[in-house]
């Protein structure tokens, strides 16, 4: 394992599938009364968060306590930045304070990098504005082995087509995971409008298209992406209702994938735009699953990176 994780570009095939069988030992704490392992006790995390987040601070939170670390929550919103204090006296501050490994989610593309260079302790990106979110991609390869790949201790996604959908040219998520499938041996295809698709989107390595109605028959997994209104300095589509019957996943069309298919979204989801509620809540959707798995897939993370290389649950 690198010693940061900024970057699902970083992992080779074996450290991410140390960390998808990692996670699966873990996931039995899960189930227990007492939900906690000594392994990390000691340690200190940081979740130095300056963007909103549910899922991926409440996660890393979860995670690191059932580990037994000591962990620090610091949200930018009410802290000394408001006062102009810098991401790197922010940092330093902090792991004055003792942090062993610092998680931050920045609305600037770049800052974990930055971050990395001053800090002694380790980094792990958790959404970095529009370039990456590698643990959402590592948590969403965990829900597809679990769901597609019998068996799948020691194993990739190897095969497994997997579309993604939406606004790609706004995505950490998307990007994480095209590079994450690529590594694991899925054929990632990409689907958006021609506004919202990355103009260097021939240097991913994946396949990508505008025909959302093209792909469902051949997917074994579709990934829907949130319309990032909050990222969206013009008009990329006429209307909501336009982009939802181009490109949104309504009971019609969940209808055409395989009966074996699933549907996944990384959260937060606008129902009724990119995904109509009733796919949302059907059988067929990991949305919960994928939440549950963050935290056990974020406690792999920890574990690697702070503690060592065998588990003893
Ligand atoms: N999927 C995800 O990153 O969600 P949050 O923004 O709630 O952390």
């Known amino acids: 394992m690198n010693r940061h994780l900024i970057s699902a570009g970083d992992l080779s095939r074996d450290d991410a599938v140390l960390i998808l069988d990692t996670a699966a030992e873990l996931a039995s704490v899960a189930d227990r009364p007492i939900k906690k392992l000594p392994t990390l006790r000691g340690r200190t995390v940081v979740n130095l968060f300056y963007e909103d987040s549910t899922r991926t601070r409440t996660s890393f939170e979860a995670a690191a306590k059932r580990l037994s670390a000591d962990v620090i929550n610091f949200s930018a919103k009410g802290s000394s930045v408001a006062k102009g204090e810098s991401l790197k006296d922010t940092a330093l501050t902090l792991e004055a304070m003792g942090s062993d490994a610092i998680v931050v989610r920045h609305p600037a ?44 201790r020691g194993r990739g996604l190897d095969g497994l087509r997997v579309t993604i959908v939406g606004d790609v040219l706004h995505s950490r998520v998307a ?24 103009h260097a989107i021939d240097t991913w390595p994946c396949k990508y298209g505008y025909d959302f109605d093209a792909e469902l028959r051949k997917s074994d997994v579709v990934m829907m992406l949130r319309v990032q209104q909050e990222r969206m300095s013009a008009a990329f589509f006429p209307t909501v209702r336009e982009y939802r019957r181009r ?5 019609g069309r969940m209808a055409l994938l395989p009966e074996h298919a699933i549907v996944m ?3 937060p989801m606008n129902r009724g735009v ?24 974020r406690m792999a993370v920890l574990y690697l990176m702070l503690g060592g290389s065998e588990v003893a649950v």
Do not use: C, K
Not at 247 to 251: E, K, R
């Open 175 to 198: 990007r994480s995971n095209v590079l994450l499938l690529d590594t694991l041996g899925a054929e990632a295809t990409v689907v958006a409008p021609p506004t919202l698709m990355p």
């Open 109 to 152: 593309s770049g800052a974990p990098r930055r971050l990395a260079d001053w800090t002694s302790g380790r980094v792990i990106n958790a959404g970095d504005g529009t370039h990456e979110h590698p643990t959402q991609a590592l948590l969403d390869a965990f829900t597809i082995r679990q769901r597609l790949v019998p068996d799948g």
């Open 274 to 297: 990119e995904i109509a509620a009733e796919v949302a809540d059907s059988p067929r959707s990991t949305i919960v699953a994928q939440v549950a798995n963050g935290v056990t897939v």
């Open 247 to 251: 490109y949104g996943l309504d009971t």
């Open 265 to 267: 979204h990384p959260g």
